[in-house]
């Protein structure tokens, strides 16, 4: 039975929900992750395909998972059990929690590393490195790091016991106050570097390359790591947002959050390429670079500008902050189950979780150095198999199944309950969430995998 109230606890307001979600969408996907896949999918036509997908797919199912969380109020898998159970259908719709759950762990298995270098680099900015680095530079102190498995291991075990403490102490105070001062300041060093950005000469070819939509140089493949990255960004498809929606209070509006969270995060996706590629082509340095596109290209305009050696510490440190409260997130649908099945406490249940995502992280933290030439069957590295496969595949699964469960199997009268809004403006999201965000993941797939 649906209560008003979850045992693991409420949000204390709409504003703290809203600070919770962006602070679970805005995280590495943002600024680590969407540089480097835009530029090696050759910028702009991507990003007007990831900004399609944003809109017209992640808003529609990102509404269905709050609105489902909040009429379940409990962890995604029981969430999902009950309100297929009061829908009259079978309650194998529960599998889709736990695919939710096991996308967690897929993702946290290389998120925790990211984060970790993340970390290291607080380290190697405080210590004065970044001052007076060259591209080459740069990138040599990037491989130099990821190279030496014992530092990347240190850094990854750090991070995951971060998280892990985090939420054992359960929703509430501490991630208030995170996401509350943390991401605004994020923010704030955002918009500076921008304004560094403009003065390397390197704006124009970023506008140029960000937003110049050449359809030549998307694949089919790049259709999909876009959408891909638009689930990733938001959160979405496996259960986090669900998870955070069943501790939001009755009397938010779930639509004008959303867009909210969804707009603050794009608009934080957009700056960090806006700050990254002018200092990409400043320097001569490829967009393709991959995964080290960010840890390359920061630290060049922290070694330039006048105190670098304290904004480079700091935007290491928002950045390690800003994975934090992603990694809880993910590790969230997980623990609340253990909680609510197991009858465990929170402590026990975090740190399982976070123990068995520390284990499986070890293939990625590895994937950059002892590792390196190893391949798994699909012949990817473990590192680029986690993350195609969580990104690619098992997220947008999630979310298209979310939309069809919100869209067609759910009782009527639970979406329009939660979502409260005028008969037009309800046609117009059922619209969305029955056809075009399922028919969009469905297209993609047919496309790429057929
Ligand atoms: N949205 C996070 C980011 O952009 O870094 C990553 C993430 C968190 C993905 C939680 C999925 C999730 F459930």
Redesign the pocket.
Known sequence: MASSASVHGMWSSRLMFILAATG???????IW?FPYVAGENGGGAFVLVYLLCIALIGIPIMSSEVLLGRAGRQSPINTMFGLAERSGVSTNWQLLGWLGAA??FV?LSF?GVIAGWAMHYVVLGASGEFGGLTGAGAAEMFGNFTGNAWLVLLWHAVFMLLTTFIVARGVGEGLERTVKYLMPALFVLLVALIGYAVTTGGMGDALAFLFAFNFDKLTGGGVLIAMGQAF?????G????MAYGSYMPKDASVIGTVTTIALL?TGVALMSGLVIFPLVFANGLEPTSGPGLMFITLPLAFGQIDGGLVFGTIFFVLVTF??IT??I??VEPAVAWLVEHRKVSRRAAAATVGGLAWLLGLGSALSFNVLSDFRLPGGLDFFSTMDYLSNNIM?PLGGMLIAVFAGWIVKREIPQEELGLSPGGYAVWQFLVRFVAPLGVAVVFVMVFV
């Not at 679970?24 to 943002?30: D, I």
């Not at 990733?232 to 979405?236: D, E, H, I, V």
């Not at 496996?238 to 947002?241: E, Q, V």
């Open positions: 679970s969408a805005v995280g590495l996907g943002n992750r996308s967690g993702i998120y990733f960004t938001l959160s979405l496996m259960g986090a947002i995060d800003a994975a992603s990694s997130s993910l997220l």
